[in-house]
């Protein structure tokens, strides 16, 4: 059983900052790419940003600048650093990760979501 888990979403102002981390968890070899995506009401999933075994990030265009992803693989968790916080950047915010199971099994896996509202 390898799982997910996000936490950190919340309520909070336009112009602050939520930081939000996913842990992966479980019998694993390995873990490929992590990163996180997001998906507002009405909405398709769309990609936040994502970032390789090592170190490698790709941002979402609505989001560079403003957000940051790292990774400590010794812990298998991911954070999001997220700072100049928009209304737009309100949304369930999905962890992802592209693992290797023990037998060399690839799967990939995705957290339950956590809410991220950004108002005033």
């Known amino acids: 059983q390898v799982q997910v888990a996000e936490s950190g979403g919340g309520l909070v102002q336009p112009g602050g900052s939520l930081k939000l981390s996913c842990a992966a968890s479980g019998l694993m070899w390995s873990i490929n790419d992590m990163g996180w995506y997001r998906q507002a009401p009405g909405k398709q999933r769309e990609l936040v940003a994502d970032i390789t075994r090592g170190g490698s990030t790709n941002y979402g265009d609505s989001v560079k600048g403003r957000f940051t992803i790292s990774r400590d693989s010794a812990k298998n968790t991911v954070y999001l650093q997220m700072n100049s916080l928009k209304p737009e950047d309100t949304a369930v915010y999905y962890c992802?990760?592209?693992?290797?199971?023990?037998?060399?099994?690839?799967?990939?896996?995705w957290g339950q979501g956590t809410q991220v509202t950004v108002s005033a």
């Open positions: 992802n990760a592209d693992i290797i199971k023990i037998g060399g099994t690839r799967l990939i896996i």
